[in-house]
């Protein structure tokens, strides 16, 4: 009988295998899906897996941060040895602006070590890391050309900009190619993906497309918003179109054709993948920052299909940005609307259930 339940297990985690290849794209290991999938129902021929529950359990707030004192949590890094790189506005579109913006570490244990603090008036918005460990971040500062641009860290920790981006420009979300030596950044308001080595030097407008580019008449005009280097592509949302796109980067270095990978996402922000090899994506929906559209969490799948995974009933209060390592899910909340509670929340990834949610 013994035997029998370890032949069962192992069909199960070789259709399992065939199911993610062919139908997701999920890039992880033999023993990782059958440790998740060993104790679950045998597929159903025809409708795939036939799992049930959350794709994303066990939520829990890891840290809470100070609304009032300009601790608004905007985007996240997970680093390599669990502690966390968070960029806080310091004043957002609809707070007073009375507190500069601040670049945070929390260690694994939970301990807070601020790394750079802004000024008052402008936020610090997107923040990355290179494959070395360098860190880079976004300073977005309105109409001052003196300080408008993208930033890095040196070894005695003191911040050096190495882009600087005119004055009408906002940037927000970073990527790095780490084979290139090319960093990216996402313009929200002039349309335009810049590059610029990762040594620092003059920008280049690398793409400029309508699709990247705000909505005037909104109340927040925010276009390219998240972006994420990922399998020889860029990955960029857009905020007010609410549409997540993909730019392939050319043998050359240079922009391919736009795809649109899935559209109907108001308000969304920042995105992650699942693994580093998989195109499953995980993106904030941001709608409490602006009235217009719901607080979620959705998985994006790779056929442009997409289901929501958290809401407000999960405590999402004005969620920026997403990331993932390993089996967790971390999600950054502003906390724009009352009663302010921005935080760092956790939960973890129920692949099965994850499985369950892909178009077959």
């Not at 579109?93 to 402008?122: F, K, Y």
């Not at 810049?194 to 309508?210: F, H, N």
């Not at 918003?225 to 857009?238: D, K, T, V």
């Not at 043998?251 to 795809?259: E, F, K, Q, S, V």
Request: hydrophobic content about 40%.
């Amino acid at each position: 009988m013994q035997q029998q339940r370890q032949q069962t297990a192992r069909r199960s985690a070789s259709s399992a295998r065939r199911f993610l290849k062919k139908n997701v794209g999920i890039a992880l290991t033999v023993t990782a899906t059958a440790a998740v999938l060993g104790s679950a129902p045998s597929a159903s021929a025809g409708t795939g897996y036939s799992y049930r529950g959350s794709v994303v359990t066990d939520v829990q707030t890891a840290a809470k941060f100070d609304y009032a004192a300009g601790e608004i949590p905007e985007n996240i890094t997970v680093n390599p040895d669990d502690s966390m790189t968070l960029s806080m506005l310091g004043s957002c579109a609809v707070c007073q602006r009375t507190h500069g913006p601040q670049l945070m570490r929390i260690s694994a244990s939970g301990e807070r070590t601020v790394l750079v603090t802004g000024q008052v008036g402008e936020a610090i918005s997107g923040n990355t890391r290179g494959n070395d460990g360098t860190v880079y971040y976004s300073v977005w500062a309105p109409g001052n050309a003196a300080r408008n641009g993208v930033y890095t860290l040196l070894p005695d920790g003191t911040p050096q900009r190495i882009a600087a981006l005119p004055a009408d420009a906002g940037p927000n979300g970073l990527a790095i190619d780490p084979a290139g030596g090319t960093l990216y950044i996402a313009d929200s308001l002039k349309g335009i993906i810049w590059s610029v080595p990762v040594s620092g030097g003059s920008v280049t407008p690398w793409l400029t497309d309508a699709a990247l580019a705000p909505v005037p008449t909104e109340a927040l005009p925010i276009g390219a918003n998240g972006l994420r280097f990922h399998n020889g592509a860029l990955w960029a949302s857009n905020f007010n179109k609410g549409t997540l796109l993909l730019v392939p980067v050319t043998g050359t270095g240079a922009a391919g054709p736009i795809r649109l990978v899935a559209s109907g996402l108001p308000n969304n922000d920042d995105l992650s993948f699942l693994t580093p090899r998989s195109d499953v994506v995980f993106a904030a929906q941001n709608g409490s920052s602006s009235q217009n559209g719901p607080d979620r969490i959705v998985v994006v799948y790779p056929n442009g299909t997409y289901k929501g995974v958290l809401t407000s009933a999960d405590g999402l209060a004005s969620p920026s940005a997403t990331a993932v390592r390993g089996d967790r899910l971390y999600v950054t909340d502003g906390g724009v609307s009352e009663p302010h509670d921005a935080k760092l929340q956790t939960g973890r990834i129920n692949l099965a259930a994850l499985l369950a949610g892909a178009a077959h």
